[in-house]
């Protein structure tokens, strides 16, 4: 069956830097846009991110542009995270979400992983 199971978040200090993982099984990975998306304590989700079936479009929200980048290496069916200059409103968290291939629409989310970003 279709799975995405987040991993790498945990705690870090403001300015330092973390890197999510979102492994994919049970589906053709390469076939699948993936987002990040997070949802922070009392809060709204909200997207973070956008990586291309093969990895060369990338899109960004405007809070985390410049900070986080995505990435994709369709052989290890795994999307990355990597957030530097963590701030303490980037405390969320963390879920990748799986696009209907040639769709927008979502149609499988992971567990979550959380983030905090704390002195």
């Known amino acids: 069956q279709v799975q995405l199971v987040e991993s790498g978040g945990g705690l870090a200090q403001p300015g330092g830097s973390l890197r999510l993982s979102c492994r994919a099984s049970g589906f053709t990975f390469s076939s699948h846009v993936i987002k990040w998306n997070r949802q922070a304590p009392g809060k709204g989700l909200e997207w973070v991110s956008t990586i291309s079936e093969d990895g060369y479009d990338t899109y960004y929200a405007d809070a985390v542009k410049g900070r986080f980048t995505i990435a994709r290496d369709n052989a290890k069916n795994t999307v990355y995270l990597q957030m530097n200059n963590l701030k303490p409103e980037d405390t969320a968290v963390y879920f990748c979400?799986?696009?209907?291939?040639?769709?927008?629409?979502?149609?499988?989310w992971g567990q979550g992983t959380q983030v905090t970003v704390s002195s």
């Open positions: 979400a799986r696009l209907k291939a040639g769709k927008s629409e979502y149609d499988y």
